[in-house]
């Protein structure tokens, strides 16, 4: 049967009988089954039955400007006309070169140098491996260690997931895993009443500089996601913690890492969350909004002094011999730039700025809710944690999944939220307009109003 006469039902039993879904515990879609799309366009997602879901986080936080985006689509058709793909060692092409000089421009100031990999995880993988075998090159063998903090999300491969620390995702994995030194997030949720996020980060930030004091000598990096740490349920911190960070490691010798996957291309406001501490990290990793959500593909950008370290005769063996199949697809950095014209040609950094006003306005409401904790923003991002005890701040046992009932809510009533554990959020690809914004909100509202229900 061809796909264009499938339906629901009949593309749903297809894939339970091959799929393996990621993020997924199988037995769980046959209550729910996965919802099969037959296309998209702006926010609106379309299933084979003709139902429309407003994508209310930009099909995990990677679409920027809408699905089947016209702009984005047509450079992708010109540069299949010429190259789909070609190694990139010993060759290079045009959109990887591009991209390359456009993000160098574009990032903070120092960061000279684009390694391509083709997903986020194995950026993150790239950057610890670099981290490390710049200190073996100028002869640091002690350090092999890595600082990471509580609550932070990296990515889904062994060595990505050993620097994370979201328990749901790494605990089974746990004997596999390299040993890192966990510090305590500065996650703001936690900080004192009448305390603000600066002074709660910049308490927090003791532990970090004690422990870098402590064990400098053996650590390569400390790895961080700036200012919210996304899937560690969008908790959010202040730049502040940032520049103490980066002064602490320029002090003690300790790479930093920006892990802006998730964050990076305005989602906190800016372009670059790093630019609101106004910080230049040592390695900074991006991937997920990069091609505007329409190729898997990642970055790593440097400096240079680092990349000297591995600029050498060959028989010296210190060159990253690091590779991925598909690093720099020309797809992939066409899409990018594609992406980053509409970034400078629709001033998207500043007209966002209203966006995230109209979302502020529609969730402020939210606050007031007697099982809302709190409403959370950084930019383009807002989150809304629901708890069981608002006074006592006691949280739901985890096994109730309220959440899971927001996510069936939303989508009876049209709008993909996909809550992370009891937490609803929106992170929604920047052409949504102010009507939709409304109804992302309300579906929210009615959802966490019957989720919170006894
Ligand atoms: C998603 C994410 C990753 C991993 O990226 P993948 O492309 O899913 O491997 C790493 N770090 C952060 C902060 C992320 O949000």
């Known amino acids: 049967m061809s796909h264009k006469q499938a339906t629901n039902r009949t593309l749903t039993a297809r894939d339970l009988a091959v799929l393996w879904h990621p993020c997924s515990q199988m037995k769980d879609y046959e209550a729910l089954p996965p919802i099969p799309i037959r296309r998209g366009e702006g926010v609106w997602l379309e299933d084979f039955d003709g139902k429309r879901y407003l994508d209310a986080i930009s099909s995990w936080w990677v679409n920027l400007f809408g699905h089947a985006n016209p702009r984005i689509i047509a450079a992708l058709r010109e540069q299949l006309d010429d190259l789909e793909h070609v190694l990139l060692a010993g060759f290079t092409h045009a959109p990887a070169v591009e991209l390359a000089e456009r993000l160098i421009s574009l990032a903070p100031p120092g960061l000279s140098r684009c390694f391509y990999a ?72 936690h900080r004192e009443a009448g305390s603000s996020w600066a002074e709660h980060s910049t308490r927090l930030f003791e532990q970090m500089r004690q422990t870098l004091e402590q064990h400098a000598e053996e650590v390569c990096a400390v790895i961080v996601e700036p200012l919210v740490q996304c899937a560690g349920n969008m908790r959010m911190y202040d730049p502040r913690y940032l520049q103490l960070l980066r002064a602490a490691c320029d002090d003690y010798g300790v790479h930093l890492i920006a892990d802006e996957i998730a964050v ?40 240079e002094e680092i990349y000297q370290t591995f600029y050498d005769d060959y028989q010296n063996l210190s060159a990253f011999l690091h590779s991925h199949s598909y690093t720099g697809n020309p797809l992939g950095c066409r899409a990018a730039l594609a992406s980053l014209d509409i970034f400078a040609q629709d001033r998207v950094v500043e007209r966002n700025t209203s966006l995230a006003a109209h979302l502020r306005e529609a969730t402020a409401e939210f606050a007031d809710h007697p099982h809302v904790a709190e409403v959370r923003q950084c930019g383009m991002i807002v989150a809304i944690e629901m708890i069981k005890n608002k006074s006592r701040r006691t949280a ?59």
């Open 264 to 303: 990076g291309f305005g989602r906190t406001g800016t372009l670059f969350a790093c630019e609101q501490a106004a910080i230049t990290p040592d390695f900074m990793c991006l991937s997920k909004g990069l091609t505007g959500g329409y190729l898997p593909l990642a970055a790593v950008l440097t400096r």
């Open 118 to 189: 083709d997903n986020g995880s194995a950026a993150v993988e790239v950057a610890l491996k670099m981290s490390f075998h710049y200190w073996r090159n100028r002869g640091a063998v002690k350090k092999t260690r890595f600082i990471t903090l509580s609550n932070s999300y990296h990515g889904e491969t062994l060595g990505a997931l050993a620097v994370g620390n979201v328990a749901l995702y790494k605990q089974t994995y746990q004997p596999l895993l390299m040993d890192v030194i966990t510090v305590a997030s500065p996650d703001c949720f």
């Open 396 to 454: 739901y046992p985890w096994q109730e999944r309220r959440g899971l009932r927001v996510y069936k809510h939303g989508l009876k009533k049209g709008v993909l939220l996909r809550p992370l554990g009891d937490v609803i959020y929106f992170m929604p690809p920047y052409v949504i307009t102010p009507p939709e914004i409304e109804l992302m909100a309300e579906v929210a509202w009615e959802g966490i109003q019957l989720a919170t229900r006894v």
